[in-house]
């Protein structure tokens, strides 16, 4: 089955710090990927996407390439901010016989500090 | 405010006790997905419905169950409850389930069992 593995948190940063967060991912076919960020007492938000390997999804400074020759989506961002401080999950996405199902990693909580 | 609405907020109860969770999609939305995040297992696909249909099921126990309703809202039911079912439960939505789908999630139920 499709499973995602990213690394391990918490993760503590000061600020304007360079992020990188890295994330596997095991699938057959070709998934789309995705990055969700969850702020304190919040849902999941989407954070950037990619749905075709070499693509690069942005958003708010933070970037990700889907690489299908490494199977992996690591997420970065050049200066992190004390704002930036939540979890972050990893997840792809596929669909198939009518369903779509999205399978996430298990989160990587990030701190960051003035 | 992603246009997905979860109640209550926060549910306690005691073991042995059977609980609804509520979800209302975002206007538009025709699938629905429910999520339980919990510390140890992070973020579990439970249940996925499309226009009334059940789509795709993940880990979801034969003591749950759920529906989505002619008016797309979602019920996930909990029954003879234990100790080990205390967990945010995530209700998302989406416009479909084709490949690369935004899911929009709810601020989700804290499930107390006591």
């Known amino acids: 089955g499709n499973s995602v593995t990213q690394m391990e948190g918490p993760v503590t940063l000061s600020e304007e710090a360079f992020l990188t967060i890295n994330c596997t991912y095991t699938?057959?076919?070709?998934?789309?990927l995705f990055w969700y960020v969850q702020y304190p007492g919040e849902g999941l938000q989407l954070l950037l996407k990619?749905?075709?390997?070499?693509d690069k999804g942005s958003n708010k400074g933070f970037e990700a390439t889907y690489r299908k020759e490494t199977t992996s989506f690591h997420l970065e961002k050049g200066s992190v901010q004390v704002s930036d401080s939540a979890v972050y999950f990893c997840?792809?996405?596929?669909?198939?016989?009518?369903?779509?199902?999205?399978?996430f990693g298990k989160g990587t909580k990030l701190s960051v500090i003035p | 405010d992603s246009g997905v609405t979860q109640t209550p907020k926060h549910l306690i109860t005691a073991t042995g006790q059977r609980v609804t969770l509520r979800c209302s999609p975002r206007s538009g939305d025709l699938s629905v997905y429910w999520y339980q995040q919990s510390l140890d297992q992070g973020l579990q696909f439970l249940i996925q419905y499309y226009n009334g249909e059940e789509r795709a099921k993940g880990n979801i126990l034969e003591r749950f169950s759920a529906q989505q309703f002619p008016d797309l809202h979602s019920e996930l039911n909990l029954s003879s409850l234990e100790l080990g079912d205390s967990a945010l439960y995530f209700c998302a939505s989406s416009v479909g389930v084709s490949p690369g789908e935004k899911l929009f999630f709810g601020s989700g139920t804290q499930l107390s069992v006591l």
């Open positions: 997840a792809l996405g596929q669909s198939g016989a009518g369903s779509y199902q999205l399978t």
């Open positions: 699938a057959t076919g070709y998934p789309s």
């Open positions: 990619a749905t075709k390997a070499d």
